[in-house]
Nanobody, 114 residues
């Protein structure tokens, strides 16, 4: 079992920045892939960014150059640094950990006002 606790969401003006945190209950080295997803009202959940255990990262096209997924191994925490935020980034953001199963955090709301 992996427990994930997200934090860092909030209300920000367009062009601003936020950093989301996802603290895992286990060593993140035991997790194959850490990801951030988001779900806007009336839309399907969307994969935003991933980081493999080896450190490789990938992003959905709409956030490339603006978002960055990083990790602090000592804290078993993964971050999503979000810069140049746009109103269309408004969503509930979820942390996901994949080992042999998927684990999800509770979600954190990000609202970008235009």
């Amino acid at each position: 079992q992996v427990q994930l606790v997200e934090s860092g969401g909030g209300l920000v003006q367009a062009g601003g920045s936020l950093r989301l945190s996802c603290a895992a209950s286990v060593s993140i080295f035991s997790i194959k892939i850490m990801s951030w997803y988001r779900q806007a009202p009336g839309k399907q959940r969307e994969l935003v960014a991933t980081m493999t255990r080896g450190g490789s990262t990938s992003y959905v096209d709409s956030v490339k150059g603006r978002f960055a997924i990083t990790r602090d191994n000592a804290k078993n925490t993964v971050y999503l640094q979000m810069n140049s935020l746009k109103p269309e980034d408004t969503a509930v953001y979820y942390c996901n950990a994949y080992t042999t199963a998927d684990y999800w955090g509770q979600g954190t709301q990000v609202t970008v006002s235009g």
